[in-house]
């Protein structure tokens, strides 16, 4: 299974996981991909930080694939035999590492703010790790420390 990674764009690549039992029948998911079980999807779905479901069991036909490339982390969706890119898949757990984005909001982690750049459709680099005021207010006392010690010296 391949997946591109949001901020570097390079490609992922998921072996089938080594407790997946292997011979099982094929299935077709909501992310429009074809898995080799259901514990394969699972298991992606997790590394992801995607939630996945079985449509039906088989390949997924070419309606069941999104036509357009879905950006900014949207996860192709497969309803109705019709497929769509959707930001709703993307779950994120309560883990509190904050990360400041250049939008200059402090987002709970970097999955949360890979969820507001795909709600927002546009890119949101990390500015720095951390809440966005500490940083900025850190930097600022060690730029005027420094200042001031140079002028003493000088």
Known sequence: MCRVEALTREPLIFGLP???APGSE??????GQTYPSECAMGATGMQSGVKLRKVHAGRCRRLERCQD??????VC????QSARCSCDP???????????GEDGRTHTNDCARRKAEC???APVPVKHPGPCGE???LSLSLSLSLSLSLSLTV
């Open 18 to 20: 080594e407790w997946c």
């Open 26 to 31: 094929p299935l077709c998911a909501s992310d």
């Open 69 to 74: 490339e879905c950006v900014f982390n949207a």
């Open 77 to 80: 969706v497969v309803e109705q």
């Open 90 to 100: 993307i779950e994120c757990d309560g883990t509190y590492k904050p990360v400041c």
């Open 119 to 121: 709600l927002g459709r």
């Open 135 to 137: 940083w900025s207010s």
